[in-house]
């Protein structure tokens, strides 16, 4: 495994997971990434990262089932509005759009194999995505922090 440094900038992140990512999988096959651990709360998290437009693109795409406390965080280059949908997707997901500092801007709930397009309320960089009502379960909401190395300042 790779060590993260989340100070440094998302291109030298993204140079340092592309010897370790599943770049160019066989088609309708899941991805596996390198993964990180988040908090959230007395939570812990496992999530895979996806860092380049492919990985982001890919996502969860193809799978059938994902363990209780794994994720997908996808990480972008600035903060801007963004938007996620369900192509390709078979699990019901739950998505956070989270602020620089961790912070849960908003929530969303995806359904499976659906376009629909659900954004986030304010620019951010990230976005994390754990089976659907994973966060309700937890009583976890907007404005709350997420704890790991991406949000450390």
């Not at 849960?104 to 954004?119: G, K, T």
């Amino acid at each position: 495994m790779i060590p993260i440094k989340f100070g440094a900038s998302v291109a030298a992140l993204t140079l340092a997971f592309i010897g370790t990512a599943a770049l160019g999988q066989a088609a309708g096959q899941p991805q596996q990434l390198q993964a990180i651990t988040l908090s959230a709360g007395m939570h812990n998290i496992r999530a895979q990262v996806a860092l380049t437009p492919e990985q982001r693109q890919i996502g969860l795409m193809h799978r059938r089932e994902m363990p209780t406390n794994e994720g997908m965080l996808f990480v972008f280059e600035e903060p801007q509005p963004q938007c996620f949908w369900m192509r390709n997707t078979l699990l019901p997901l739950s998505i956070a759009f989270v602020a620089d500092d961790g912070s849960i801007v908003n929530l969303a709930d995806m359904q499976p194999m659906n376009e629909a397009s659900h954004c986030s309320a304010k620019p951010v960089r990230y976005a994390l995505e754990m089976n659907q009502g994973w966060f309700a379960k937890r009583g976890i909401k907007a404005g709350m922090k997420l704890g790991g190395a991406p949000f450390a300042k």
